[in-house]
């Protein structure tokens, strides 16, 4: 079912010492090789979907990673380089001098078919976001959303191409996004600047663009929306309920805020009288979550999912798959609102008594935190092991820059919330937002579904 265009192994191949490369040229499931890692001092390996390899039984010298390091691109900012015309990424590890001691050298494959499944939702001209964890298909999708827009529909479209992820190293887009024009980015910190500069300088009726993850990309993002312009992205974070923990990110869906009602509203709805609601009118018509590569679950209306989200009512939600012959099925589905009631939760698996919601820290007061929580009466953990927590909690400041902690915790699709600052009045509405989210029922009833239906 998954057909591959080309990954241009050989390419990869050809940068790798000879008694590094021999060793992959031996293996009989080379075409699914997904890294190469050399760390100086260590044995050469190499990752596969189901197994890793040692390649060779001497450790990596400095010659082996400079001979490396010549034969490609130049090094960017955020410590990436590629290969001419192909999709294989080079990421570096330096010293604290600044000398290159690591590579990860990770296959790029371009695949088609899977943009099918959404094919109607992007030929539409919606605005479209996707969503996944890392490594689920988000940016392959992307450059079929290109060719499929450039190529089948005639449109004009331009592809905001940050670190060259989506079309590949070099001056000239690779062939997988069709005749779609590429924009490149010299460094991560200007991507909303060239979101914009491509809007007002190309006339596109179409931008693509990947990872949207800071305030000023998200306001890109809007402006763009505003211009009449068809938008398709990929955000960090794996479902709706991630944007809405994410005051970054959620201003994409239209922003969340608290509001007091009345005594006499309160009682008319049969609810608290802090609630939640949307501030403005979402960025993006349609979310689709990637649960992998020839399985979606979309959100066709993003203003009703998150009205519904918010108000506790059931959100409808469309399961969409790839069967055996490569055939797109759908089936519509109600999925239990994640707020019961209105009223303020703590997600299920942190009720039990004496398991509170757990909490890593990145950046932000925790004495302070621990006080708000008193006054609130909200019953939470702060953990030093990341693995462990149930929410990162950083500021805006540091989310920007995305440092390793912040990586590492998406890759590990752990929710991140981001205060706007350190204060209290911040961190009240955390855990106003926080308590009121109870995403265990949909994910539970979501994977329940899936693996009673479609295996």
């Known amino acids: 079912m998954r057909k591959v265009i080309t990954d241009d192994l050989n390419a990869l191949l050809d940068i790798l010492p000879s008694h590094i490369r021999e060793p992959l040229y031996q293996q009989s499931d080379r075409s699914e090789l997904l890294e190469v890692i050399l760390d100086l001092g260590r044995l050469p390996g190499a990752r596969f979907p189901h197994r890793e390899l040692v390649l060779n039984s001497g450790e990596v010298s400095q010659a082996d990673i ?23 990424r080079i990421s570096a590890i330096r010293s604290r001098n600044g000398y290159i001691i690591g590579l990860t050298c990770r296959v790029g494959r371009a695949v088609f078919g899977t943009v099918r499944m959404i094919q109607d939702l992007i030929e539409s001209g919606k605005n479209v976001l996707l969503l996944g964890r890392p490594g689920v298909g988000k940016t392959t999708m992307l450059r079929e959303v ?30 997988a996004i069709g005749h779609a024009r590429r924009m490149q980015v010299a460094t991560p910190a200007r991507q909303h600047a060239v979101m914009i500069e491509a809007v007002e300088n190309h006339t596109p009726e179409v ?17 763009i929306a505003e211009r009449g312009v068809q938008l398709v992205g990929t955000a960090h974070g794996n479902t709706l309920d991630n944007l809405i923990m994410n005051p970054t990110l959620a201003d994409l869906i239209g922003g969340i805020q608290t509001v007091t009602l009345g005594d006499e509203e309160a009682r008319r709805r049969h609810t608290q009288k802090s609630i939640l609601e949307r501030k403005a009118p979402p960025t993006f018509d349609v979310i689709v979550e990637i649960m992998d590569y020839y399985k979606v679950a979309i959100h066709p209306d993003v203003i009703d999912a998150v009205d519904a989200t918010l108000h506790g009512r059931p959100t409808q939600t469309e399961i969409r798959w790839m069967d055996e012959n490569g055939e797109v099925k759908k089936e519509e589905m109600m999925l239990p609102s994640m707020v019961e009631n209105n009223q303020k939760l703590i997600p299920s698996e942190a009720k039990e008594p004496g398991k509170p919601l757990r909490f890593y820290l990145f950046g932000t007061n925790r004495s302070r935190l621990e006080q708000v929580a008193r006054e609130k009466q909200k019953n939470l953990k702060i953990i030093a092991d990341l693995k462990q927590a149930d929410l990162f909690l950083t500021t805006r400041s540091y989310y920007r820059r995305k440092p390793q902690k912040i990586r590492d915790a998406e890759a590990l699709g752990i929710p991140i919330y981001a ?33 009673e239906h479609h295996g």
Do not use: W
């Open 207 to 223: 931008i693509i663009i990947d990872e949207i993850g800071t305030e000023l990309e998200a306001q890109a993002a809007r402006t």
């Open 419 to 451: 205060l706007k600052s350190n204060d209290a009045a911040q961190m009240r509405q955390c855990l106003d937002t926080i308590y009121s989210v109870d995403t265990s029922a949909y994910t539970h009833h979501l994977q329940h579904f899936l693996a």
């Open 66 to 88: 400079d001979y490396v390091v010549s034969r490609v691109g130049d090094f960017t900012g955020d410590n990436r380089a590629g290969i001419e015309r192909t999709l294989h």
């Open 146 to 175: 290109a060719r499929v827009l450039a190529d089948d529909c005639k449109r004009r479209v331009i592809v905001i191409d940050t670190s060259n992820e989506i079309a590949g190293d070099g001056d000239i887009p690779h062939p």
